[in-house]
C-alpha cells in the first residue's frame, strides 16, 4: 500500500457528461501528480501541484482541469467526456517539488460510453 | 527529446532465467531513472532507481545497469519467479522543480513455471 488513496474506483458515464475523481496523497507530501494510461499511449503526465499551487502541466486536454485544496487532498475534473477519454487515471504524491519518488495511487478506471 | 524508449514490448522468460529490460534516452537533463512494476488492477510501485553518477545499483535480484554516454539503461531482473510477472515500466525525470516523471511504454513480463 502506497499510502495514497484514490476515490471511486470504477466510474461509468455517458458522452458528454462531467466527473471529479478524488486523490488523497501520503501524509506530509505536498506534491500531488495526476496521469492517465491508455493502452495506446501508456502513461501520460497530466498535471502537477504543490501545496495548492499549479506547477507544471504535461498533456492535459482543455476539458480537463484539476485542483489541490487546502488539506492537500486534489481533484481533477474531466467535462464534455468523450470515449477516448476511457483510460485509468493514476494520482501519485512525493514530498517535494522535484518529485523523483513518486508513490502511486491503486487508479480510477473510468469508462465513457 | 523528451521521449523514453523501452524494449521490448513483452518478455517470456522461464522461471530461474534472467529477465532484462531496456531503455533509451535522448534529454540530457534527465538525472533520475527509476524503475517501476504494475501489477493488474494495481498503480505502479516502485521498484528500484539509479543517477547517472553511477553505473549499476543493486537490489535483491533487481539490477540497474546505467549507460551515461551510450544514453541507455537496463533492469535485470536475476531468478526471474511467476511472482515477478507483472508490467515493468522504465521512468525519467529531469531535476529542477517541475517533477513529471517521462515513462517507457512497458514492458509485459510473463515468468513461466
Known amino acids: 500500500d502506497s499510502g495514497v488513496t484514490q476515490t471511486p474506483k470504477h466510474l461509468i458515464t455517458a458522452t458528454g457528461q462531467r466527473v471529479t475523481l478524488r486523490c488523497s496523497p501520503r501524509?506530509?507530501?505536498?506534491?500531488v501528480y495526476w496521469y492517465q494510461q491508455s493502452l495506446d499511449q501508456g502513461l501520460q503526465f497530466l498535471i502537477q501541484y504543490y501545496n495548492g499551487e499549479e506547477r507544471a502541466k504535461g498533456n492535459i486536454l482543455e476539458r480537463f482541469s484539476a485542483q489541490q485544496f487546502p488539506d492537500l487532498h486534489s481533484e481533477l475534473n474531466l467535462s464534455s467526456l468523450e470515449l477516448g477519454d476511457s483510460a485509468l487515471y493514476f494520482c501519485?504524491?512525493?514530498?517535494?517539488?522535484?518529485?523523483?519518488?513518486?508513490?502511486f495511487g491503486p487508479g480510477t478506471r473510468l469508462l465513457v460510453l | 527529446q523528451q521521449q523514453v524508449k523501452q524494449s521490448p514490448q513483452s518478455l517470456i522468460v522461464q522461471k530461474g532465467g534472467i529477465s532484462i529490460i531496456n531503455c533509451a534516452y535522448e534529454?540530457?537533463?534527465?538525472?533520475?531513472f527509476p524503475w517501476y512494476q504494475q501489477f493488474p488492477g494495481k498503480g505502479p510501485a516502485l521498484l528500484i532507481a539509479i543517477r547517472p553518477d553511477v553505473s549499476e545499483k543493486k537490489e535483491g535480484r533487481f539490477t540497474i545497469s546505467f549507460n551515461k554516454s551510450a544514453k541507455q539503461f537496463s533492469l535485470h531482473i536475476m531468478d526471474s519467479q511467476p511472482g515477478d510477472s507483472a508490467t515493468y515500466f522504465c521512468?525519467?525525470?529531469?531535476?529542477?522543480?517541475?517533477?513529471?516523471?517521462?515513462f517507457g511504454k512497458g514492458t509485459k513480463l510473463s515468468v513461466k513455471p
Open positions: 521512468a525519467a525525470i529531469a531535476g529542477g522543480s517541475q517533477g513529471n516523471l517521462i
Open positions: 501519485a504524491s512525493s514530498a517535494t517539488p522535484g518529485g523523483e519518488t513518486q508513490y
Open positions: 501524509s506530509g507530501d505536498l506534491s
Open positions: 534529454n540530457t537533463a534527465f538525472d533520475y
